[in-house]
């Protein structure tokens, strides 16, 4: 698709629009209004960009106003002579910047091109989520999904976190799961997809999964298929299949009981699986602690009896914050 470069004018008359929407869309939207902002977007590609640009940037807005940063008084003089800030919720979205903008952009063509269910779970939450499909989705702590059921294609996308999907059978209607760089199609089955820093990881526990970087490849016989027992990772178009033994496919699915199950993982892991289901991070502060090998399995809010077993197992001393972070340094 392709458009004349937008003027000043335009572009500004096309960011206020784009503001008016993402603000109209916070509140109670009809179905063909609804309708009616999607053609918009897709009409141009200036709109879709501009409405791309206004979300990212609301919902920064939106976490910046949950967790406001600490603003230390400027001294007198210096405040009476500063101009005074003109703060509105027009200003709030166009000062910001989106930085992942082209993933966004056809995330929000995808998002209001269709009737789209979102489902989320906060810090330290797990929720399941029953489709009128007959499939489950099992949400792990932080994470969010998209949901897409149509008579031709069910598609998910899971925005963030980690997510195992329990596939109702379905032939004439494919399930489709998006994460990240990879797509992944369900052939009958169950299967773990988390969104790690650098890689997308996928479990599968029943049935096959068949992945691949776009939607098109993932549909073809051609796609890679990955079988019950096994897993892959994905990143930038390459998969990397994972073979995986009872053990370690029980460990990575432990937490739909609420579990964290830990067989030699480095101390610095342990942590990082510990840190998803809190608000108030464990840090290694010491490098030599970092790679120390450390096993049991303990309940996702069970920090603090895996701390004591660490400190009576190793020189390791845990330290409390004035934050309530948490500082593991070498015990003297």
């Known amino acids: 698709m392709t458009a004349s470069p937008a003027g000043p004018e335009r572009r500004q008359a096309i960011e206020a629009q784009a503001s008016e929407f993402v603000v109209r869309l916070q509140g109670d939207v009809g179905a063909r209004e609804r309708r009616a902002i999607h053609d918009w977007i897709e009409a141009d590609p200036h709109h879709a960009v501009a409405f791309a640009r206004m979300e990212a940037a609301w919902e920064a807005g939106e976490r910046l106003r949950a967790c406001p940063p600490s603003v230390e008084s400027a001294p007198e003089s210096e405040a009476a002579e500063a101009p005074r800030p003109f703060l509105s919720r027009r200003n709030i979205l166009v000062g910001s910047a989106a930085a992942t903008l082209v993933?966004?952009?056809g995330m929000a063509i995808w998002r209001y091109a269709q009737?789209?269910?979102?489902?989320?779970t906060r810090l330290g939450e797990r929720r399941e989520v029953r489709l009128a499909d007959g499939s489950r989705i099992h949400l792990n702590t932080a994470s969010t999904?998209?949901?897409?059921?149509r008579e031709d294609s069910r598609r998910v996308r899971l925005v963030k976190g980690e997510a195992l999907f329990e596939v109702?059978?379905?032939?004439?209607?494919?399930f489709l799961v998006d994460a990240g760089a990879a797509k992944l199609r369900a052939v009958g089955t169950a299967f773990n997809v988390r969104i790690r820093e650098a890689v997308v990881e996928l479990t599968v526990t029943e049935g096959v999964v068949a992945v691949a970087e776009n939607v098109a490849a993932v549909r073809s016989v051609d796609a890679r298929h990955v079988a019950a027992g096994d897993g892959a990772v994905i990143r930038g178009g390459a998969v990397a299949p994972t073979v995986l033994n009872p053990n370690l496919l029980r460990q990575r699915v432990a937490w739909q009981d609420g579990v964290i199950e830990l067989d030699g993982e480095t101390l610095s892991q342990a942590v990082d699986e510990f840190n998803r289901y809190r608000d108030r991070p464990i840090i290694v502060g010491d490098p030599r602690l970092a790679n120390l090998r450390v096993g049991?399995?303990?309940e996702v809010d069970e920090a603090a009896k895996f701390l004591t077993a660490v400190e009576g197992s190793f020189p390791v001393q845990a330290i409390t914050a004035n934050d309530g972070s948490i500082l593991l340094v070498m015990r003297s």
């Open 296 to 298: 049991g399995r303990f």
């Open 145 to 149: 999904v998209e949901v897409s059921l």
């Open 115 to 120: 009737d789209v269910e979102l489902y989320r």
């Open 103 to 105: 993933a966004t952009v």
């Open 168 to 174: 109702a059978h379905d032939p004439s209607r494919p």
